[in-house]
């Protein structure tokens, strides 16, 4: 029977799984900021990037999956969140995306694999456009790449307040700003209500495979949106994840991880 954590009630209580202990971890100088990655496995390099507020930890039902498939995973705390510092410049997704191209070059990664959740799917398709050909493909999960794939009126429900009360936690006990979560969300949100703005044409140009994986339940994007970003990308196909909500990696990792390993069978 696949374990299922719907509601997010252990996530609340306990988090994801605690990553596995490595030798393969550090901070890497990005650009006025530290930025903190963990490596595990060996074989084809997939880059794990989490969600606005949360952490590469988020990954903790992937990680270990992925490494048991035979690909070495790469987690990243993206600027500001986690163990990873910022500086004063507002948030962007070209900055993320900047943070995650060093990475690549200072671990000499050869085209990893992207796997983007939410922000880290942002990143990882603003990084795709700006280099192609650095990276193999891209699993876009539960993001818009305009602001017209946001839903209108957003349900802040039990569910939600879970998620980011889990957020809360994990960031005072990580981030070396603990006592800032206030600050940081609102900043993490200004970026997210005015970025990204890509037009079809824009999304035309990143020739790159990738998976634009929709959840049944997404609390925050338009199932259609999801469909239009799978036209829009010459080498895209949609995949639908039942069930679930924008929360699908931590609620039925079972399946997600089945669609995710689909996606690097064919690009990796």
């Given at each position: 029977m696949e374990f299922t954590d719907d509601d997010l009630i252990l996530f609340e209580s306990q988090g994801a799984p605690p990553l596995p202990e490595t030798g393969a971890s550090g901070w890497i100088e990005c650009d006025g900021a530290r930025i903190w990655y963990a490596a595990y496995g060996a074989g084809k390099p997939v880059i794990l990037l989490h969600g606005g507020m949360g952490h590469s930890g988020n990954w903790g039902y992937q990680a270990p999956a992925l490494v048991d498939a035979g690909y070495r995973a790469i987690l990243i705390d993206s600027r500001g969140h986690g163990r990873s510092?910022?500086?004063?410049?507002?948030?962007?997704?070209?900055?993320?995306?900047?943070?995650v191209a060093t990475v690549i070059g200072a671990l000499r990664l050869e085209r990893p694999a992207l796997v983007g959740w939410s922000d880290g799917a942002c990143t990882a398709l603003v990084l795709a456009a700006r280099a192609p050909e650095t990276v193999a493909g891209v699993f876009f999960f539960a993001c818009n790449m305009d602001p017209t794939g946001v839903r209108e009126n957003i349900e802040f429900g039990p569910l939600l307040d879970r998620c980011i009360g889990r957020h809360a936690a994990d960031y005072a006990r990580l981030s070396a700003t603990p006592d800032?979560?206030?600050?940081?969300?609102?900043?993490?949100?200004?970026?997210?209500?005015?970025?990204p703005d890509y037009t079809a044409e824009d999304l035309g140009r990143i020739e790159v495979p990738t998976v634009i994986a929709h959840a049944e339940f997404d609390e925050f994007i338009k199932p259609?949106?999801?469909?239009?970003?799978?036209?829009?990308?010459?080498?895209?196909?949609?995949?639908?994840?039942?069930?679930?909500s924008h929360f699908a990696p931590l609620q039925?990792?079972?399946?997600f991880n089945q669609a995710l390993l689909a996606f690097l069978s064919e690009v990796c």
């Open positions: 510092t910022r500086d004063a410049r507002p948030y962007s997704y070209e900055i993320l995306a900047s943070d800032q979560f206030k600050s940081f969300s609102e900043a993490v949100g200004l970026m997210q209500r005015s970025q259609e949106h999801a469909e239009y970003l799978a036209r829009s990308l010459p080498q895209a196909k949609l995949v639908r994840l039942h069930g679930v039925r990792p079972d399946s």
